[in-house]
């Protein structure tokens, strides 16, 4: 006879009781709800009392089980209560989407399958394929390209910029995979001087340094400058480096502008040179047919760089690849050892790896939440959504022009406008220190959030509109506040 094993307890993270977390779930959802349909009538950003962050950051580790409402509650009191602002109708710093209460659900089903979006054979992989497909549909990007959802635009670049590297150096002769950059030329990558830094950041990651950036001059509308750029490689040529990418901005982060993208396609053809674009923000203007011939010229880029967790509204975080060459993008990154060899049958099965395309093995299910606001919205709804903040934008320059004591400072391309407040008498260094003072005691009273920036030496309040909640009478707000804050604080700040 064998001996009767001792009972062996196992647990599980499962609740011990399904109704009880049901009742929390419920109110949970209905709470989140509650507090997006108020979401006007409280400030748009306040500070955090250091009070508050000296107690938060001193909560132990938790060494044994919470009760699941005393973590809620917790969350309420400590988390809840200072929110960074960009779900707010009058938060327009950087470039910062809105999100929608819909998605926050689906963000939740998302979370709750949880599946890994790297590889086998299910459906969260169909749903990511077919997304792209959608993307590239959207942006009018040839059918035949692949593409790979990542978590942001600096990724978005990141990658793209990979498969550049590669390409470009194996016409070189030069195997990067295997070699690294011993033995390469010196590469020159081009932008423009208000291209965005994750450019940078991507040439110092891809082993490149940011000395392979050949930076351009801008024109007066903040675009790159074509003959600047065409001397710049032939300079590099003579020079003996290898230039091997242009970079366009589809929408620059500080004013919005729009470089001529067609005119970079051409060049690019002519110098056999990769075409990224990087439309972080302005790709998806593309759903407005007003704004769509602004960003003509995007559908040639080799790659193309942009974001869904700004002006799509998608939640945090939800940004896209899209590579005109699938092989080229998948030998740039497929690697199968043993234990993730694709099969033809079984869960390892699948038409399609995802993790054979990026940086990332495992992968969440942001295809989900951009599946289901897409079905959700439409594109037209979408479009007419980007094309409302076009013309804020339009509705807020005109506003600055026709208000004394108020300069625009840059032309409005899309969705940023660009301004300070700047009475007669006051010498540009004043001038600065009076509007960084006026975007702070804005943002500090909870009236609004711009951001600020300096353009040619001058401080700006900077107003980026990726909100769907925004509605004119906000800016009206704005001009008023800024007007009277200016008023106040121009004769008052202490001398610099
Ligand atoms: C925001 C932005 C990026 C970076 O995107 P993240 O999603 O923040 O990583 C890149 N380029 C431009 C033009 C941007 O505005």
Redesign the pocket.
Known sequence: MTAIEPRITEENLDPADWDALRKTAHRMVDDMLTYLQSVRERPAWRPIPSEHKAAFNASPLPLEPQDIDQVYEDYNNDVLSYPMGNIHPRFWAW?IGTGTPSAALYEMLAAGLNPNVGGGDHMANQVEKLVIEWCKEMLGYPAEASGLLVN????A?LTGLNVARNVKLLEAGIDVRTHGLTAAPRLRLYCSSET?S?VQRAAEVLGMGSESIHTIPVDSEFRIDLAALQAAINVDRDAGLLPFCVIG?A???NTGSIDDLNALADLCEREHLWYHV?G??GAVAALSPAALPRLHGMERADSL?F?M??WLHIPFEA?CILIRSREQHYNTFTLTPPYLVHSTRGTAGGDLWPSDYGIQLSRGFLALKVWMSLKEHGIRKLGRSIQQNIDQAQYLKALVEATPDLELLAPVALNIVCFRYAPSGMDDAALNALNEEILLQIQEQGIAVPSGTKLNGKYVLRVSITNHRTLREDFDLLVREVIRLGKTFAHSLPKQ
Request: aromatic share 0%; charged share 15%.
């Open positions: 470039v942001g635009g600096s990724m670049n965005h994750s901005s929408g620059t982060t990087d972080a923000i760089a974001d967790h700004k940004g």
